[in-house]
């Protein structure tokens, strides 16, 4: 598994869509959907910061580590 991205879970408990979120933190809501689905290979600190910030949330609400079993 992983890293397990739980972005879309901290946008339904903020009320906010993915358009807005994207709008909010200057980036394509195509990239941010690649980000939400667990597609992307890597995520710029500046991003993650921008996320946390604007969703009121610590890196660990949207990022998870699961040991392969």
Known sequence: MGII???????AKRKISLGELAERIDITPANLSILKTGKAKAIRFSTLE???EELDCQPADILEYKKDE
């Open 5 to 11: 991205v739980n972005l879309d879970v901290m946008m």
């Open 50 to 52: 921008a996320i946390c």
